[in-house]
């Protein structure tokens, strides 16, 4: 009975347990923060491709927006 309640004790004691769940939803803001950040730069990267190409087109050359590809 002795060695029963010693197990309940130090199983009640534990934190790996609690310190793995803030871990893991650590590293998930950080995996979400990451995603969203690459997606901003990603269409910020865009935008302006978009701005240069529309420049183009004023000009004398000729730019295909979609592939980014000018003459």
Same mark, same amino acid.
């Given at each position: 009975?002795?060695?029963?309640?010693?197990?309940?004790?130090?199983?009640?004691?534990?934190?790996?347990?609690?310190?793995?769940?803030?871990? =893991?939803?650590?590293?998930?803001?950080?995996?979400?923060? =990451?995603?969203?950040?690459?997606?901003?730069?990603?269409?910020?990267?865009?935008?302006?491709? =978009?701005?240069?190409?529309?420049?183009?087109?004023?000009?004398?050359?000729?730019?295909?927006? =979609?592939t980014?590809?000018?003459?």
């Open positions: 009975m002795n060695k029963l309640m010693t197990m309940t004790r130090q199983f009640r004691d534990d934190e790996n347990g609690a310190a793995m769940v803030e871990y =893991s939803i650590l590293i998930g803001i950080i995996a979400v923060a =990451s995603i969203l950040t690459v997606i901003a730069i990603g269409a910020w990267v865009n935008a302006r491709f =978009s701005d240069l190409c529309t420049a183009l087109d004023k000009g004398t050359g000729t730019c295909v927006a =979609s980014g590809v000018g003459t």
